[in-house]
């Protein structure tokens, strides 16, 4: 069993930044394959990015891409996303995920879920 619990979210104009944190506790963080994903008001949950247990590899939406970086903290039982350049398409709750695999793109992929944390991108 994984809990997540993300923060770091919040209100922000256009081409700014925000971190978004996730903390684990369970189930062997550093043997964990982690990843992000968002959820619009009235749209399906979509893939962000994603890293493997190690850090070694990463994945990210085309829609994020050069925009957006995970990492892992496997001493602090943490990954972040950093959010730079953001737009109001952006605009989300955000989640966390664990999953028992090495890592995935798609949420049938992933075993636990946080809670979530609001990201709003003003224009």
């Known amino acids: 069993q994984v809990q997540l619990v993300e923060s770091g979210g919040g209100l922000v104009q256009a081409g700014g930044s925000l971190r978004l944190s996730c903390a684990a506790s369970?189930?062997?963080?550093?043997?964990?394959?982690m990843g992000w994903f968002r959820q619009a008001p009235g749209k399906e949950r979509e893939f962000v990015a994603t890293?493997?247990?190690?850090?070694?590899?990463?994945d990210y939406a085309d829609s994020v891409k050069g925009r957006f970086t995970i990492s892992r903290d496997n001493s602090k039982n943490t990954v972040y996303l950093q959010m730079n350049s953001l737009k109001p398409e952006d605009t989300a709750v955000y989640y966390c995920?664990?999953?028992?695999?090495?890592?995935?793109?798609?949420?049938?992929?992933?075993?636990?879920w946080g809670q979530g944390t609001q990201v709003t991108v003003s224009p």
């Open positions: 995920a664990a999953t028992r695999g090495v890592w995935a793109s798609s949420t049938e992929g992933y075993d636990y």
């Open positions: 369970g189930r062997t963080f550093s043997r964990t394959g």
């Open positions: 890293i493997t247990w190690s850090g070694g590899s990463t």
